[in-house]
């Protein structure tokens, strides 16, 4: 049943955010040279690499490490960069990944393939086994704040009371922390 609401609310978004993805496209494309989108390589359900696609808010050639792990992240963003992060608009192609089923609407989110302690803790604890989502229980409870100790006990409650009542309050408080913008580092 969620893997159908994913994939009906997916297309709907799609449809209904179409005019500000085009927008987006041309604001990456006439800020910085490079390709649009940025794909990242994920840790998805089970362990399985995937690429997921962001749009693009570093520069090209920026490390492929955990923004928390730059130093002076912030000379790595394009001119729209900060924007992007803090509107959460660079998530916006990972509609794409949760219509091929790669990703969720609610679920933990996709650690990088070089997350090591990340994708050992989740692993240990069972978390792995859930398809990553485009927001989770972490993300409304500090995001970018945490640490991965928490991030990770924080998705194993996610997998104990996962519901579908539990998901759309998860979704609600998204849309609010992103109206926000709380939690966002860079």
Do not use: C
């Not at 963003?77 to 998530?91: A, H, Q, W």
């Not at 996610?158 to 849309?175: E, P, R, W």
């Amino acid at each position: 049943m969620k893997r159908i609401f994913d994939f009906g609310l997916a297309l709907v978004a799609s449809a209904v955010l179409l005019l500000p993805i085009l927008i987006v496209v041309l604001m990456v494309k006439l800020s910085s040279r490079g390709p649009v989108l940025y794909w990242s390589d994920r840790i998805g359900r089970d362990n399985r690499i995937f690429a997921m696609p962001k749009f693009r808010s570093m520069v090209v050639d920026t490390p492929a490490v955990a923004t928390h792990l730059l130093r002076n992240a912030d000379s790595f963003l394009t001119p729209i960069g900060s924007l992007l992060r803090k509107s959460s608009l660079d998530e916006l192609p990972q509609l794409w990944s949760i219509l091929t089923g790669d990703m969720s609407f609610v679920g933990p989110r996709p650690a990088l393939f070089n997350q090591d302690d990340l994708i050992r803790l989740r692993t240990e604890q069972g978390v792995h086994h859930l398809r990553p989502g485009l927001t989770g229980w972490a993300q409304v409870n500090g995001r970018d704040e945490l640490p991965i100790p928490v991030k990770v006990g924080l998705d194993v409650v996610y997998m104990q009371k996962q519901s579908f009542a539990f998901d759309l309050k998860i979704l609600v408080l998204t849309f609010l922390k992103v109206i926000r913008r709380e939690g966002v580092s860079h």
